[in-house]
């Protein structure tokens, strides 16, 4: 499967924005789906996860309340609704598909198969 995510951009603390991630090439609800970021000078960490129906979806703590993932099965697309965004949500934004992916899992980064080229966010202050 072949990820492109769009949407990242420069914006001010305290602003929303949504980055999506257009899935192609494969039957996209066989994967699990997550959103990684890396930051500079930082290791690439997790962000979000979301099952194959989208009914249950799984956050770093870091972000709980403020960003949502979502997917719409029919447009091969995940999303994250970043909101009260904050100056160290600055990062490279990566999404990613795992077709094998269990509940342990979704955090690990070596558990998704396919990654996007990722996308800019900027956070000032």
């Known amino acids: 499967v072949q990820l492109q995510a769009s949407g990242g951009g420069l914006v001010q603390a305290g602003d929303s924005l949504r980055v999506s991630c257009a899935a192609s090439?494969?039957?996209?609800?066989?994967?699990?789906m997550g959103w990684f970021r890396q930051a500079p000078g930082k290791e690439r960490e997790f962000v979000a996860a979301?099952?194959?129906?989208?009914?249950?979806?799984y956050y770093t703590d870091s972000v709980k309340g403020r960003f949502t993932i979502s997917r719409d099965n029919a447009k091969n697309t995940v999303y994250l609704q970043m909101s009260s965004l904050k100056p160290e949500d600055t990062a490279v934004y990566y999404c990613?598909?795992?077709?094998?992916?269990?509940?342990?899992?979704?955090?690990?980064?070596?558990?998704?198969?396919?990654w996007g080229r990722g996308t800019q966010v900027t956070v000032s202050s």
């Open positions: 990613a598909a795992s077709a094998t992916a269990i509940l342990s899992s979704y955090r690990n980064e070596q558990s998704y198969n396919y």
């Open positions: 090439g494969d039957t996209f609800r066989r994967y699990v």
């Open positions: 979301i099952t194959r129906s989208g009914g249950n979806t």
